[in-house]
Nanobody, 120 residues
């Protein structure tokens, strides 16, 4: 199986920065896509930023210019650098990966979520 472990959430003042990390482990042959979603109270889960096939990064319009996604392929880890945080960025952030495994074919995997709270 495959596990995603997230870290880096917390409480920050508006205008501040946080860096999230997500490490994938397990029976991984390759990672097809990996990125971050978020879900605010009472709202649907939405894509924040992610790497898709071909290695391109895409971002939600609401975070362009403030958030940067990066990755370390050797560590199967993706990072989300969040700058100029706003109160509306408050949400639970989830890591997501589309993984080709050695024994179980293609899997979509979610992390447990990490809470980001931005105080205004």
């Amino acid at each position: 199986q495959v596990q995603l472990v997230e870290s880096g959430g917390g409480l920050v003042q508006a205008g501040g920065s946080l860096r999230l990390s997500c490490a994938a482990s397990g029976s991984i042959f390759s990672i097809n896509a990996m990125g971050w979603y978020r879900q605010a109270p009472g709202k649907q889960r939405e894509l924040v930023a992610g790497f898709i096939s071909g290695g391109r990064a895409n971002y939600a319009d609401s975070v362009k210019g403030r958030f940067t996604i990066s990755r370390d392929n050797a560590k199967n880890t993706v990072y989300l650098q969040m700058n100029s945080l706003k109160a509306e960025d408050t949400a639970v952030y989830y890591c997501n990966a589309d993984v080709m495994t050695y024994y179980h074919g293609n899997l979509e995997v979610w992390g447990q979520g990490t809470l980001v709270t931005v105080s205004s």
